[in-house]
C-alpha cells in the first residue's frame, strides 16, 4: 500500500477486511493533530488534511502539496493509514472531492 510521494489520497476508515474504523472521531482526531489556532483563536484544521465523507464513510483527505509543506507530516497521516491497514484512495484530486487547492 504506497502512494506516490506527492499525490493527494483519501483514508477511508474502513480497514482492508471491511471492518469500520474505531473510534467513530478518529477523522477528526487525525486532522486535530494537524490544525492550528487562528487568529480568532479557533482550531482550524489543515488546508492540506481535512475530515471528509468518502461514500457514506468517514474519511480524511490529504492534499499532496502537504508533502511540498511538511513531508514529515505526510509521511506521518500515510502511515497512520498504513499501520491501522485502513484503505486508501491514491491520487485523488483535490477538486474531486470539493477542496480548494490552497496557494
Given at each position: 500500500?504506497?502512494?506516490?510521494?506527492?499525490?493527494?489520497?483519501?483514508?477511508?476508515?474502513?480497514?482492508?477486511?471491511?471492518?469500520?474504523?474505531?473510534?467513530?472521531?478518529?477523522?477528526?482526531?487525525?486532522?486535530?493533530?494537524?490544525?492550528?489556532?487562528?487568529?480568532?483563536?479557533?482550531?482550524?484544521?489543515s488546508?492540506?488534511?481535512?475530515?471528509?465523507?468518502?461514500?457514506?464513510?468517514?474519511?480524511?483527505?490529504?492534499?499532496?502539496?502537504?508533502?511540498?509543506?511538511?513531508?514529515?507530516?505526510?509521511?506521518?497521516?500515510?502511515h497512520?493509514?498504513?499501520?491501522?491497514?485502513l484503505?486508501?484512495?491514491?491520487?485523488?484530486?483535490?477538486?474531486?472531492?470539493?477542496?480548494?487547492?490552497?496557494?
Open positions: 500500500m504506497t502512494t506516490s510521494s506527492h499525490s493527494s489520497f483519501i483514508i477511508v476508515g474502513l480497514t482492508i477486511a471491511g471492518k469500520r474504523f474505531r473510534p467513530s472521531d478518529w477523522a477528526e482526531r487525525l486532522c486535530g493533530v494537524l490544525s492550528a489556532f487562528g487568529a480568532e483563536k479557533k482550531m482550524r484544521y488546508p492540506y488534511v481535512s475530515p471528509i465523507n468518502y461514500k457514506g464513510e468517514k474519511a480524511v483527505f490529504v492534499n499532496g502539496r502537504l508533502y511540498e509543506v511538511e513531508p514529515m507530516a505526510y509521511r506521518f497521516v500515510l497512520f493509514a498504513q499501520d491501522n491497514d484503505q486508501l484512495i491514491q491520487d485523488v484530486a483535490a477538486t474531486a472531492v470539493g477542496q480548494n487547492n490552497p496557494s
